[in-house]
């Protein structure tokens, strides 16, 4: 049983940065990889930034050099900085969490309910 809390969308010109935030709540025995993923009109979800327990961060390389994902493991939170955005990067942002909720469980996952990012020309 976990919950996901984002923040951090809006509106942007291009050029300029955001922050999104994800914070991961409730029952839990381990949270495992993280990621963001996004869907634009029209499009299929896409993997923007995964982040593993272990810290490491593999991105689309569409944001490569753009955009930065981190983790606060004490929080059961990540962050996405968001550089040098482009109005490509329009779509509505969402926050994965894969984690076991006991130690004999199986891996589940859990979705946001998203956070819309526009990046105007």
């Known amino acids: 049983q976990v919950q996901l809390a984002e923040s951090g969308g809006g509106l942007v010109q291009s050029g300029g940065s955001l922050r999104l935030s994800c914070a991961a709540s409730?029952?839990?025995?381990?949270?495992?990889?993280m990621a963001w993923y996004r869907q634009a009109p029209g499009k299929e979800r896409e993997l923007v930034a995964s982040?593993?327990?272990?810290?490491?961060?593999r991105y689309a390389a569409a944001v490569q050099g753009r955009f930065a994902i981190s983790r606060h493991n004490a929080r059961n939170t990540i962050s996405l900085d968001m550089n040098v955005l482009k109005p490509e990067d329009t779509a509505v942002y969402y926050c994965n969490c894969q984690y076991q909720a006991a130690w004999h469980a199986v891996e589940e996952e859990v979705w946001g309910q998203g956070t819309l990012v526009t990046v105007s020309a």
């Open positions: 409730g029952s839990f025995f381990n949270i495992h990889d």
């Open positions: 982040i593993t327990r272990g810290g490491r961060e």
